[in-house]
């Protein structure tokens, strides 16, 4: 999935932290960091392609904004990813309550 990688790096997390309060312009979201602005539009680059955001052009300005759509997809697979692991958890579960219960049958014995 390509969005879980383009969030793995912790830059482009903020970015999309920054861009969850409100829209930004490409200026905006260089001046919170300390590295350049060509390091940046990278950054923001993979996260365009991702479908983690979206650009649109105000004259000569760049307005950054976070994708639904995308962000959608990422819940999506976390959600079904979250669920499998919570019926495999269930299942682990109830074999060890299994397993307590034989043992302590056997040692009444």
Known sequence: MQSLEAIADPTR?????????????TGEIVAEFDVS??????????????????TRAEGQTRIQSLNGDGLDDLAD????????WSRRLDALERELRADDERKKKSASK
């Open 13 to 25: 997390r903020r970015i999309v932290e920054l861009l969850a309060e409100r829209e930004r312009t």
């Open 37 to 54: 602005a060509p390091a940046i539009s990278q950054h923001l680059n993979v996260l365009r392609e991702a479908g983690l955001i979206t």
């Open 77 to 84: 697979w976390l959600e079904r990813t979250r669920s499998a």
